[in-house]
């Protein structure tokens, strides 16, 4: 009989009163829950240790949270939720540029943060699909919608046969739009089916910020958007 392995967790923060607690608490949880107080050493634990998550803080010595997840994205997709105690919405939108896939500001409480580790995990771990519809193109894993190309086995998005960097949470989103062109979708809805957050909804920030970053990257003039647009009281959508 086999034994399931608990999923590990890196907590980095150098406030260690912080970390401790987190520890705990995440160890209560069922996870095994690993600590690092410095950017060099998170970069280092972060890329050999086999993490499930990261939980990451913005301010750190040595590395600060940015440059750590930065250097992380270059190698692994391993979830990662920014830590931040302020509440600029620079971080936020630096954080989810550079491959984040959330972030939470402190003080912030236990359940939310067990709902957003819970939820990333079994996406991470393929234990939940993202993407209910299936694609309108049968037989072919690429959609292309304009000049755009969105092809799900290389994870890629061209447009006008140029590559297009998205972020893992980016590119996500904009797949799931596309595969359900034209259903409209409310930002709490976009929450539970793209970051996975069942029964809790996160910030809804996060969204209006990731659909931003995406806007600039694939359509001509971002104010005035072509591809992803938004229908007040109603929702996003591809159109």
Known sequence: MSVE???????????????????YNISRQGYEADVAFDGESALSMALTG????????????????????????EKLDTP??????????????????????????????????????KANIRRYSGETRIYPTPLVVPDTNTIK???????????????????????????ELLEFLARNRGNKYQREELL??????EGFYGDIRTV????SRIRKKIEDNPSEPQYIQNKRGIGYYMA
Do not use: H
């Open 5 to 23: 392995l608990k999923k590990r967790i890196l907590i980095v923060d150098d406030e260690k009163d912080i970390t401790e607690i987190l520890a």
């Open 50 to 73: 086999g993490y499930d998550l990261i939980l990451l803080d913005v301010m750190l010595p040595k590395l600060d949270g940015f440059i750590v997840c930065t250097r992380i994205r």
């Open 80 to 117: 990662i939720i920014m830590l931040t105690a302020r509440e600029e919405e620079n971080d936020k939108i630096t954080g989810l540029e550079l491959g984040a896939d959330d972030y939470m500001t402190k003080p912030f409480a236990l359940g939310e943060l067990f709902s957003r580790i």
């Open 145 to 171: 919608i304009g000049s755009l190309e969105i092809n799900s086995d290389k994870y890629s998005v061209k447009k006008d046969g140029n590559e297009i960097s998205l972020s893992k949470k980016e590119y």
């Open 192 to 197: 539970q089916e793209v970051w996975g957050y």
């Open 208 to 211: 209006d910020v990731t659909i």
